[in-house]
Nanobody, 118 residues
Framework: VQLQASGGGMVQAGGSLRLSCAAS????????MGWFRQAPGKEREFVAA????????YYANPEKGRFTISRDNAKTTVYLQMNSLKSEDTGVYYC????????????WGQGTEVTVSS
């Protein structure tokens, strides 16, 4: 499966952005999907994941209540709606796919950069 992330940009603290990840390939609907973030000088960290049918989601604690992951399987696209953005949300965001929400690291897309100014 190939993944293409988009939607990054610059935003002021408190603002919102929506990231998109388009998946291609005949079996793309059969994968759980997730988002990860890599802040400058830090390791890549988990942000959110969604099950194959979209019925289950999971978030890292700092993102709970602010971020929403969703998917449109007709468009084979996964979204990350980010609200109330903070400067610590700055980083490169990567989408990923895997056989399950627990292993959503099998395939990676290129990153899209998000910069939140305070």
């Amino acid at each position: 499966v190939q993944l293409q992330a988009s939607g990054g940009g610059m935003v002021q603290a408190g603002g919102s952005l929506r990231l998109s990840c388009a998946a291609s390939g005949r079996t793309s609907r059969n994968y759980a999907m997730g988002w990860f973030r890599q802040a400058p000088g830090k390791e890549r960290e988990f942000v959110a994941a969604i099950s194959r049918n979209g019925g289950n989601t999971y978030y890292a604690n700092p993102e709970k209540g602010r971020f929403t992951i969703s998917r449109d399987n007709a468009k084979t696209t996964v979204y990350l709606q980010m609200n109330s953005l903070k400067s610590e949300d700055t980083g490169v965001y990567y989408c990923a796919a895997g056989q399950s929400m627990a292993s959503v690291r099998d395939y990676w897309g290129q990153g899209t950069e998000v910069t939140v100014s305070s």
